[in-house]
């Protein structure tokens, strides 16, 4: 029997069954994961393999299908040893606000960053357009422009008014997804006027105290009503950045790829080098000013905020 692994708290785990059952389910023996390790070899979004007891009662985890993706959080700065919070998500939305809270481009870019990083697609929601005034209106409508330019679908949508939901349930629909922002920007607002009745505790669990030491709780996903699945993983809110070498951060703005590989030097920086083929286009208006400066701030901070979250 095969299934999707839908609650993990460590010690046991709900498999929803391919034919729509929810079975708990032990784990047989010791998985070993290439590359990594971890905490917790199994983890929500992991497609299982599963034996089911004769008497039907319980299920055992035989083997883990390979993950097109995972998000892990290490268990201290240091530690070598990751806990995986999440696997194969197929869409990450990032929910922002022009205002109340305002959300810069820059905080957008860093997550489209630590997106590329870990090969999870991700989308942009703008909640919150009930609102705006026309020059809200035209600067939301010029940084759709740049993001879908990127190749990142977005979304305008209100979840006070409801205005434009169905746009993202569409887009949502027969995935795993997980929806991501800061706080205040309507999360759970938006979660529930997609599937209304459906309550996240993203919204308002800070899944560390002052210590940096995690606060127990599980990461589960919730099936939703039209199809597809939502990740809920109290904590994640913002994404904490990941150690990058400097030179793969230009990799992850999908809009200097086709230029990049024309630049004279081939360990060109992008910053100050000539023949530089992205400061071309940077010129040419082919890539965005906002776009541009985030990649600039990236590539100089050089203190990286390890505490957060990370993406694997
Ligand atoms: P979260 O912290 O991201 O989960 O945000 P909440 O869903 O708790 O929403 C934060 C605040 O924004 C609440 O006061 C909501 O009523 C309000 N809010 C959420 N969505 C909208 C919206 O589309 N328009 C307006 N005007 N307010 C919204
Ligand atoms: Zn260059």
């Given at each position: 029997m095969?299934g999707?692994?839908i ?9 929803k069954?391919?034919?729509g059952?929810?079975l708990?389910?032990k ?6 994961l290439?590359?990594?390790k971890?905490?917790?070899?199994v983890?929500?979004g ?9 008497d ?23 530690s070598k040893?990751?806990?995986?919070i999440a ?5 990450a939305l ?9 959300i810069t ?9 630590n997106a590329?990083?870990?090969?999870i697609?991700?989308?942009i929601?703008?909640n919150k357009?009930?609102?705006h ?5 035209k600067?939301v409508i ?10 990142y679908?977005?979304?305008?949508v209100?979840?006070?008014?409801g205005d434009q939901?169905?746009t ?20 759970s ?17 800070s899944n560390?105290?002052?210590k940096?030491k ?5 990461p589960e ?5 039209f199809?597809g ?14 150690e990058?070498?400097k ?5 992850r ?7 990049m590989?024309?630049c004279?030097f ?5 910053i100050?080098?000539p023949g530089?083929a992205?400061?071309e286009?940077l010129?040419a ?6 776009r541009?400066?985030?990649y600039?701030?990236?590539i100089n ?8 979250w990370?993406?694997e």
């Open positions: 095969e999707i692994v609650k993990s708290t460590g010690s046991w785990y709900l498999v069954t391919t034919d059952q929810s708990q389910c784990i047989k023996g010791k998985f070993r290439k590359g990594i971890t905490t917790n070899p983890a929500v992991d497609k299982v393999e599963i034996d089911i007891l004769a039907k009662s319980m299920g055992v985890i035989r083997s883990i299908a390979p993950r097109h993706n995972h998000i892990i959080r290490k268990s201290t700065n240091l040893v990751s806990h995986i696997a194969n998500i197929d869409l990032l929910i922002v606000t022009l205002k109340q809270p305002r481009p820059g905080f957008i870019d860093r997550f489209l960053v590329e990083a870990y090969h697609n991700a989308a929601v703008f357009t009930d609102i005034n026309q020059e809200d209106h600067r010029e940084l759709c422009e740049i993001y879908e330019n990127a190749g679908p977005t979304f305008k209100s979840a006070l008014t939901i169905s993202v349930r569409e887009a949502i629909r027969d995935k795993v997804n997980l929806f991501s922002g800061p706080s205040g920007v309507g999360k607002a938006l979660v529930n006027a997609i599937e209304p009745g459906l309550k996240l505790k993203t919204g308002n669990i560390y105290n002052d940096g995690h606060t127990t709780t599980f996903m919730h099936t939703l009503s199809g699945f939502v990740i809920d993983t109290p904590g994640i809110k913002e994404f904490g950045l990941v990058f070498r030179y793969e951060i230009a990799e703005f999908p809009e200097f790829r086709t230029f590989h024309e004279r081939n360990n060109c920086t992008h100050h080098e530089c992205v400061k286009a010129e208006g082919k890539i965005p000013v906002s541009y400066n985030s600039l701030r990236i901070d050089e203190i990286l905020d390890k505490e957060k990370e993406w």
